[in-house]
């Protein structure tokens, strides 16, 4: 009944256990709950991830064929800010696994790498974001009634360079007429309206806008050449070839930087709430 | 006798000239055709029924061209091997081509209702040759109806046709307006946000790693023990207190 040893007695024991077993009990519930959010947000992150790397071999692949204009103007950004978004990808992925086994094992070593990684991919995808916001501006019709003009079939190219552009610029201007059964920019007084490569070797009278211009039949001929050549409705393409540029650029660039804000805005979250378990957990 | 002899001159110019002048006025062809009027072609409508009441089967009507500012002093041409040529446009300021029979323009003529002036790049010195016009004009067109002994009829001059001049591709300026608002806005977000990450790593590694150095004062878990501080008391559990009694701090026994 002396004073009792600091050690434990039995009845001692079970008093105090009972008080810390409650306080126990309720961080055990916080650091469940918050393992749980954390678990949540780096699978969300990781499908993100799928989704991102999957749009942007999308873009990369180039279905519509409009590289080749890019490539000429010297400002194909939105094509490397998809490129980014490829390996961003597949970086959160990989990263949202290593968060998930960090998270579970409590490991204070794991999720600091796990933290670090991704700081660096985030900094990647907001470079990513931001050059294709900010590049899409760039892609005014102007430009590409410049490029038109300047190199649509034009003969007399400088070096291998300005050769392969020419060509590249002629055949994607002349699928796009074909296909979507356009004409020009705004429309075939393009031609008429400005001096052109092509003004040099093909005359006014006979060629007062290219040929693809006009309205073909099944054997790539023009059904009607005078009535082309006049601008008789039915016989020409009247409407631009602009819509068909801009509506898929714009929905790669909007495609590109959307998805990857809204997948930023997340990761910030779930971030933050990484480093606030990380900085509880004893060593 | 020389002023008999002018005047005989000036009645036998009229006489052969005989020259009937339609009301009509030619003009280019009504309708909605971006091609009607390029750099160096123009489209006409095509008259009906006018050269009818002095057409023979064997006349053919022509068109002439002139510069706006020569087409007064445009004189008709005798017969038809007087017709100047395409080629002489620069020094003669004016030509004749389109040559066709009268037929074609009849009331029931079938063909196009619309004649293009300019559109033959293939003819070479072949008279007449219906070549592209080498220069903006403008230009002023009139119909002439010529049988063999010379013109029959004619129409009124047109109004002046100006053709297209293409502007320099050079004045096409490629810049934006103006800065799409949206950029702005996702570049502003994304660098805070950034920036917030960052800030919040280094706070978090800061305060895990000044734990130890910033706790000094509380004396919990020293790396040190000098001589003469003794070691700070652990935290302990609450006072033993055994069923019963209150609970009192660790010393002898009371003496009871």
Redesign the interface.
């Given at each position: 009944m002396c004073d009792m040893p600091w050690n434990k007695s039995g009845f001692f024991e079970g008093e105090v256990s009972l008080h810390e077993g409650l306080k126990m009990a309720k961080t055990d519930n916080g650091i469940r709950i918050c393992q749980g959010l954390l678990i949540l947000g780096n699978v969300v992150i990781g499908m993100c991830g799928i989704a991102l790397t999957a749009e942007c071999i999308f873009f990369v692949s180039d279905p519509h064929g409009l590289y080749p204009l890019l490539e000429a103007t010297e400002n194909n950004d939105i094509y490397a800010a998809a490129w980014i978004g490829i390996f961003v990808g597949f970086a959160l992925l990989a990263l949202s696994i290593l968060g998930i086994v960090g998270v579970m094992k409590s490991s204070k070593t794991l999720l600091l790498v796990y933290i670090i990684l991704m700081l660096i991919t985030y900094a990647f995808e907001m470079a990513s974001c931001i050059t294709a916001a900010t590049h899409r501006d760039f892609l005014t019709p102007n430009l590409f009634l410049k490029q038109m003009l300047e190199r649509y079939m034009k003969s007399d190219t400088d070096n291998n360079n300005d050769k392969q552009m020419t060509e590249g610029v002629t055949k994607t201007w002349d699928n796009l007429m074909l296909q979507n059964q356009c004409c020009g920019v705004h429309g075939p007084l393009d031609w008429q309206e400005y001096t052109s490569a092509f003004r040099m070797t093909h005359n006014d009278a006979d060629y007062p806008w290219p040929h693809n211009c006009c309205v073909m039949n099944t054997r790539s001929e023009p059904i009607n050449l005078d009535g082309c050549k006049l601008g008789v409705p039915g016989f020409y393409n009247s409407n631009g070839c602009y819509d068909a540029i801009s509506g898929p650029l714009n929905r790669q660039a909007w495609g590109v930087a959307w998805f990857g804000f809204a997948i930023l805005c997340w990761t910030f979250c779930v971030l933050l709430g990484t480093m606030f378990y990380w900085s509880r957990i004893a060593y | 006798m020389e002023l008999l002899g002018v005047l005989l001159a000036l009645a036998g110019m009229d006489a052969a000239a005989g020259l009937a002048l339609l009301p009509y006025v030619p003009r280019v062809a009504p309708g909605?055709?971006?091609?009607?009027v390029?750099?160096?072609?123009f489209?006409l409508e095509r008259p009906r029924c006018i050269f009818d009441p002095f057409a023979n089967a064997s006349d053919a009507v022509w068109l002439a061209v002139a510069f706006a500012d020569a087409s007064a002093a445009f004189k008709n041409p005798t017969s038809s091997a007087e017709v100047p040529p395409y080629e002489g446009l620069p020094t003669a300021r004016a030509y004749m081509t389109l040559q066709m029979a009268a037929a074609a323009y009849g009331c029931s003529a079938p063909g196009?209702a619309?004649l293009?002036v300019?559109?033959?790049?293939a003819c070479h010195g072949r008279a007449p040759c219906n070549g592209?016009l080498p220069s903006p004009g403008p230009y002023r067109v009139k119909f002439l109806l010529m049988g063999c002994g010379g013109p029959k009829a004619e129409t009124k001059w047109s109004d002046p046709i100006l053709l297209?001049r293409?502007?320099?591709?050079s004045?096409?300026?490629?810049?934006?307006?103006r800065?799409?608002s949206?950029?702005v806005v996702?570049?502003a977000?994304?660098?805070s946000?950034?920036a917030?990450?960052?800030m919040?790593?280094l706070g978090?590694v800061g305060?895990?790693l000044c734990v130890p150095l910033c706790r000094r004062g509380l004396g919990a878990h020293l790396p040190y023990r000098t001589h003469h501080v003794p070691p700070a008391l652990p935290h302990?559990?609450?006072p033993?207190?055994?069923?019963g009694c209150t609970p009192?701090p660790?010393?002898?026994?009371p003496t009871k």
């Open positions: - | 909605a055709m971006p091609g009607k390029t750099a160096t072609t489209v196009a619309v293009r300019g559109g033959d790049t592209p297209r293409a502007r320099s591709l004045t096409i300026d490629p810049t934006p307006a800065r799409s949206t950029a996702i570049a977000i994304l660098a946000l950034g917030a990450l960052a919040a790593v978090a305060t895990q302990t559990l609450p033993a207190c055994v069923c009192r660790p010393g002898p026994c």
